[in-house]
């Protein structure tokens, strides 16, 4: 089982809709967790993190932690066309790496 | 306050030559790791440098080195350069170690290996 699992995608929605992105990880021992956006040529920018069960919520975007399920989410509300992006989760452990997954590129169609 | 800097941005090598990548991190941030990003993929940790000494390193063979200057500026240097090692090379840097609150990426190099 790989580390970081993002559902596949692509994930395409129309503008105003909500974008749900998924990911489950193996280690239970992960202390947080991130979500990244990354435009095509770019580099990974950080959107959130989380590390408490829960949700928390930031503008248009909500990240969700099930550390029983092993399971973060990232729910984009009200998608605009500039959301386009490939969205990155990742977390860290003990040894303080920061593990991505694949990512999900996300494509909001106007 | 300064972000992250890479240099260069983009970078053309033949295989078996050597390579270095320069990386200075965000203003008081003492904590930096480096990343390979393949095409279509999620980025892949190499190794991390916490005050001037490497303290995680991930599945890069050894021809993959780094150092930590004492202003918390890093190099990553690669030896007989292949093919497979064309990618986005990422720097990162974070306040601390094991930092809650994220790493801060730069614009990372694109290095293609011909």
């Known amino acids: 089982q790989k580390e970081v699992e993002q559902n596949s995608g692509p994930l395409s929605v129309p503008e105003g809709a909500i974008a749900s992105l998924n990911c489950t990880y193996s280690?239970?021992?992960?202390?947080?967790f991130f979500w990244y956006r990354q435009y095509s040529g770019k580099s990974p920018e950080l959107i959130m993190f989380?590390?408490?069960?829960g949700d928390k919520e930031d503008g248009r975007f909500t990240a969700q932690l099930n550390k029983a399920s092993q399971y973060v989410s990232l729910l984009i509300r009200d998608s605009q066309p500039s959301d386009s992006a490939t969205y990155l989760c990742?977390?860290?452990?003990?040894?303080?790496?920061?593990?991505f997954g694949k990512g999900t590129l996300l494509t909001v169609n106007p | 306050e300064t972000g992250v800097t890479q240099s260069p941005t983009h970078l053309i090598k033949t295989r078996g030559q050597q390579v270095t990548l320069r990386c200075s991190s965000q203003?008081?941030?003492?904590?930096v790791s480096w990343y390979q990003q393949a095409l279509g993929q999620g980025p892949q940790f190499i190794f991390q440098?916490?005050?001037?000494?490497?303290?995680g390193r991930g599945n890069f063979p050894p021809r993959f080195s780094g150092l930590q200057f004492p202003n918390y500026s890093s190099e990553l240097n690669v030896n007989a350069l292949e093919l497979d090692d064309s990618a986005l090379y990422l720097c990162a840097s974070s306040l601390r170690q094991g930092s809650n609150y994220g790493y801060t990426f730069g614009s990372g190099t694109r290095l293609t290996i011909v």
């Open positions: 280690d239970r021992g992960s202390q947080s």
């Open positions: 990742a977390l860290t452990g003990s040894n303080y790496k920061l593990t």
């Open positions: 989380i590390y408490s069960n």
């Open positions: 203003s008081g941030h003492n904590t």
């Open positions: 440098y916490y005050r001037e000494e490497e303290n």
